[in-house]
């Protein structure tokens, strides 16, 4: 498994956001750890910045999102900017439109990705989690989405991901109350699919990132097509997508390659082409 630390770090929002790759895996760490990760609004576009960055890269296969500091993913919005970006309803609606494009950035992400979620994920964390494919866990890990404690609303998009994940019943019961939840409850609720202890989660994390890397790009990419298609009403389906991508994957050198690798009896190496 490679070591993260010691690839190329490339930083972003003054070094509030983090990338590196290896090994066909991109990480971005949120930088932020002594306010628990809070994102500014610089950080919000910081990330945008990062995950284009991955997503144009051809050799990364697969985004983990992480962050730094082992006390928290990411702790919400960054209040001490409050005042001065969403003092009210207009300042707010500017600062919404600035980072709701990064989250609309991960929410038609081309390529999987995993949030790897240790301490507090709260607020605008929940919605960067709930946007990734895939939520793994630290059994330290606390979940929650105060807005009704701050006297704000939280907006239909994570509204709509959190009452898909975990159904309508439970989205009133954490929006309403305002209430953390831990993971254990997480985990049971569907909030969550994995958990691990703290001194796991990494390594657990990469060794499922790295088997999504060596995977076939094009089926990968098919499944969280037709998934996404899944999810939406019947009148609002894009069948013809559907169908483009299975004759794609059906008329691909890695639908060859797998085919060869499997009669050979060996590990294949997909080319996402």
Not at 79 to 107: G, P
Not at 191 to 197: A, D, I, M, Q, S
Request: hydrophobic share 40%; glycine share 8%; with cysteine.
């Amino acid at each position: 498994m490679p070591d993260i630390s010691s690839t190329t770090e490339t930083p972003y929002a003054d070094g509030k956001i983090l990338k590196h790759t290896a090994s066909g895996v991109g990480v971005i760490t949120f930088n932020n750890p002594d306010k628990r990760n809070a994102m500014s609004l610089e950080m919000w576009e910081g990330f945008g910045e990062a995950l284009t960055s991955l997503r144009d890269d051809e050799k990364v296969r697969v985004v983990i999102l992480r962050g730094a500091g082992g006390k928290a993913f990411v702790s919400g919005a960054d209040i001490s900017q409050f005042e001065k970006v969403r003092h009210n309803a207009a300042a707010s609606e500017e600062y919404a439109r600035r980072s709701a494009a990064q989250r609309a950035l991960l929410a038609d992400y081309p390529k999987p990705t995993i949030a790897c979620i240790d301490g507090y994920c709260l607020g605008g964390g929940m919605q960067v989690a709930m946007l990734a494919d895939i939520r793994l866990a630290s059994h330290d890990s606390q979940f929650g989405i105060p807005a009704a404690r701050l006297g704000i609303a939280y907006g239909y998009d994570g509204l709509r991901h959190l009452v898909s994940l975990v159904g309508p019943a439970w989205a009133r019961l954490l929006m309403y109350t305002g209430m953390r939840i831990d993971s254990a409850e997480a985990l049971r609720i569907g909030l969550v699919e994995r958990l691990f202890p703290v001194d796991e989660l990494w390594g657990e994390t990469m060794a499922i990132a790295e088997s999504i890397a060596q995977n076939a790009p094009l089926a990968i990419k098919a499944a969280k097509i037709t998934i996404a298609q899944v999810l939406k009403d019947e009148s609002a389906r894009d069948m013809e997508a559907i169908k483009a991508i299975g004759n794609a994957c059906m008329d691909s050198e890695d639908f060859r390659e797998g085919r060869q690798a499997f009669m050979e009896k060996r590990k294949p190496k997909f080319r996402g082409r």
